[in-house]
């Protein structure tokens, strides 16, 4: 039975997309009959989650954690976080034995699992979610250009280098590294998924949270989730009050919070335009569904850019999952998700008065939402299920086990 060790930033009980990814490929591997394990760094203590043991259970899985405080200033910290990781690493290697070493970017973790596997000779396979260098810019914390963007794009290419396969979530991010000199057939697309199981009908209208929220006999816009400045929730703020004229029933319902919060409400408090957008703030994440049953069309707006470009998202496949239409910008990680006309609607990045335009069209043409609904779903379940996504590391697994047994043998 193959054993399976997946080296992570962080995990369960945190709450993110990183984690949720993690989450649903360990347990769909479990349900192929894979043993698996993984094992966090520093930083699952430093996104907000005290470990308290060196071994925990979260959601039925098992994780192994780091427990140290690394302490310096940048970039010391991040070598001695390295250097920590890759202790752990060869601790856990050494009491749990796996047959392949499963490193999921950043690249901080792929260097920690690169020294154990050219150490021990396990094989290592390591998966490229994003670019963080990219993230980092979409995030406002970094800048593309700067020399920490070019050392984190270097390490990058080291660990891809090292590592006997490479993973990523989409095609974009296969082509860039191509592009990069990268062997095309070293690299395995696993895309973004959902559990399909987790999914059946789209939940009942919150009628009390209507009423609460003062959204009765409108059509609401929705977007939950982080407020990062990619996400252009203020092209889609822009776009409100010329949507209002097209349609004069429409309400955007923005759900969460982060760094762009304080400027997007400011610009709905100089544009007038508080009667048709409402900010509920960060939402318990039992609550989040009760703002979901409100929706009527989710809403994707990110602004075009490396990052936004090369990465596709979660959320549209859950909401096309779930049963929900979905309007997106046509940046290029929508559009590996959506096809326009057929499975949900594309507007053009960063203009407005398109977006409006767009939007309005989608809302008077609601006759046709069931047929989109359907094909959508079918979409997600035919093309982006995790049970049929997972199958497709087993080969990886597979060849690099045997070609390690075989330079053994030799």
């Keep these: 039975m193959t054993r399976v060790l997946h080296i992570l930033d962080h995990s369960l009980p945190l709450h993110s997309g990183y984690c949720f990814r993690t989450r649903a490929i360990m347990k769909a591997q479990i349900a192929q009959g894979l043993t698996v394990a993984g094992v966090t760094g520093v930083r699952q203590d430093q996104n907000g989650y005290q470990a ?48 392949i070493l499963h490193a999921h970017s950043p690249a901080l973790n792929g260097l920690a699992a690169l020294r154990i596997a050219q150490r021990t000779g396990i094989p290592l396979i390591y998966e490229i979610r994003a670019f963080w260098e990219d993230a980092a810019v979409g995030n406002g914390t970094g800048r593309e250009g700067s020399p920490r963007y070019w050392l984190t794009r270097q390490l990058e290419n080291h660990v891809v280098g090292g590592a006997d396969a490479v993973a990523v979530i989409c095609e974009g991010l296969k082509s860039d590294l191509v592009s990069r000199g990268v ?49 252009g929730l203020d092209d889609l703020i822009a776009a409100m009050p010329i949507l209002e004229e097209l349609e004069s029933t429409t309400h955007l319902l923005l759900v969460g919070g982060g760094p762009m919060e304080e400027a997007l409400k400011q610009q709905v408090a100089d544009a007038g335009c ?12 039992d609550e989040v569904e009760r703002y979901y049953s409100l929706m009527d069309v989710m809403v994707y707006p990110r602004k075009s850019m490396r990052l936004t470009d090369l990465v596709t998202p979660l959320k549209p496949l859950e ?37 409006a335009e767009k939007l309005a ?50």
């Design 361 to 410: 069209d989608l809302l008077h043409a609601r006759e046709n939402w069931p047929q989109t609904i359907e094909i959508a779903k079918k979409f997600v379940s035919a093309d982006r299920n995790w049970s049929s996504n997972i199958l497709r590391y087993n080969p990886v697994y597979q060849r690099l086990i045997a070609g390690k047994r075989f330079e053994q043998a030799a």
């Design 274 to 285: 508080e009667g048709i957008v409402t900010f509920t703030g960060r939402v318990p994440h």
């Design 52 to 99: 308290s043991a060196p071994k925990e259970e979260a959601d039925g899985l098992e994780f192994f954690r780091t427990l140290a405080d690394v302490q310096g200033p940048s970039p010391v910290r991040e070598w001695r976080e390295v250097s920590v990781f890759a202790d752990r690493i060869a601790q856990v290697v050494a009491e749990w034995r796996p047959d």
């Design 319 to 355: 909401a096309m999952a779930q049963g929900r239409i979905v309007a997106a910008s046509d940046v290029g990680g929508h559009k590996e998700l959506i096809e326009d006309g057929v499975t949900g609607v594309l507007f053009p990045a960063g203009n407005p008065q398109k977006i």
């Design 183 to 231: 062997a095309a057939d070293k690299i395995t697309v696993s895309p973004n998924g959902v559990d399909m199981g987790m999914f059946g009908a789209p939940p009942a209208p919150d009628e009390r949270l209507r009423r609460e929220l003062g959204l009765g006999g409108k059509s609401v816009l929705g977007f939950i989730g982080s407020f990062y400045d990619y996400e």
